[in-house]
């Protein structure tokens, strides 16, 4: 199907288990390979490209336990 227009997407097996703290510390090139294995092309700066992949990739805490653990 080369040349035909259509591109395929494969979804990574597993789910990205950084930490915000990670993200906040993530160079831009271990972010944009990141992003890129999700099929995401985040155009911008670094802090936006953080911010982005920290509102895709972690979940809201609702424990109070962890609340108490945020970063």
């Not at 703290?21 to 992003?35: G, Q």
Request: hydrophobic fraction near 40%.
């Amino acid at each position: 199907m080369e040349g035909s227009g259509v591109s395929f997407f494969q979804m990574p097996l597993h789910y990205p288990r950084y930490t915000k703290k990670d993200y906040l510390n993530m160079p831009e090139a271990k972010l944009d390979r990141l992003l890129a294995e999700y099929g995401l092309t985040v155009q911008g700066n670094l802090a936006y490209k953080r911010e982005f992949a920290m509102g895709a990739f972690l979940w809201p805490c609702f424990e109070s336990s962890c609340l108490k653990n945020r970063v």
